[in-house]
């Protein structure tokens, strides 16, 4: 079992930044790729970027591509998200998901409960 709590989340102008993070417990983080999600009301979750166990490879959604970086830290048992240039579209609750790697929500295995990213135009 893997429990993932996030945070970071909050309110930001277009064009700012935010970095969330995901902390993971249990000993097994290092086995998992990661991956963050989104979902917007209204509309269904997606993927927005993915990391290999090793922090070796990582992907990313093209809309997100250049202006959000996906890290980890498998030492501190956490994920990141840097998010830059953020656009009021991408006002979501986000996501971190432990699983195999993939661009599916269906490749995770565990999810945390979500934080709130909320963009301002």
């Known amino acids: 079992q893997v429990q993932l709590v996030e945070s970071g989340g909050g309110l930001v102008q277009a064009g700012g930044s935010l970095r969330l993070s995901c902390a993971a417990s249990?000993?097994?983080?290092?086995?998992?790729?990661m991956g963050w999600f989104r979902q917007a009301p209204g509309k269904e979750r997606e993927f927005v970027a993915a990391?290999?166990?090793?922090?070796?490879?990582?992907y990313y959604a093209d809309s997100v591509k250049g202006r959000f970086t996906i890290s980890r830290d498998n030492a501190k048992n956490t994920v990141y998200l840097q998010m830059n240039s953020l656009k009021s579209e991408e006002t979501a609750v986000y996501y971190c998901?432990?699983?195999?790697?993939?661009?599916?929500?269906?490749?995770?295995?565990?999810w945390g409960q979500g934080t709130q990213v909320t963009v301002s135009s």
């Open positions: 990391i290999s166990s090793s922090g070796t490879n990582t």
């Open positions: 998901a432990a699983g195999g790697l993939g661009w599916s929500i269906r490749d995770y295995y565990y």
């Open positions: 249990g000993r097994t983080f290092s086995r998992y790729a």
